[in-house]
Nanobody, 123 residues
């Protein structure tokens, strides 16, 4: 049974940092691209970042470029999202998702999803 479990969410002041983790089990993690998406209340889920199966390719949404960094540790079956300089527009439930091999920014192309972790930014 495939599981993706997010952790690391919480409350942080604007300008602060958080690191989210996505721990995977039940799949050949090194063969999977992993992405982060987020959904704020009343809004559609949006792409944040993605990383290829070997960590060699990454894509970050323009809205987080330069502030967020995605990374992958195949030895630990974990993907991280380092979030720096958090802004009032960043609060959302953050989800990780997996698909075989190649990166994609479209959520419909992802096979497996976690339950999400809440990020709140206080001003």
């Amino acid at each position: 049974q495939v599981q993706l479990v997010e952790s690391g969410g919480g409350v942080v002041q604007a300008g602060g940092s958080l690191r989210l983790s996505c721990a995977a089990s039940g799949l050949t993690f090194s063969s999977y691209a992993i992405a982060w998406f987020r959904q704020a209340p009343g809004k559609e889920r949006e792409f944040v970042a993605t990383i290829s199966w070997n960590g060699g390719s990454t894509v970050h949404a323009d809205s987080v470029k330069g502030r967020f960094t995605i990374s992958k540790d195949n030895a630990k079956n974990t993907v991280y999202l380092q979030m720096n300089n958090l802004k009032p527009e960043d609060p959302a439930v953050y989800y990780c998702a997996g698909r075989r091999t190649f990166i994609a920014t479209e959520e419909t192309l992802y096979t497996y999803w976690g339950q999400g972790t809440q990020v709140t930014v206080s001003s």
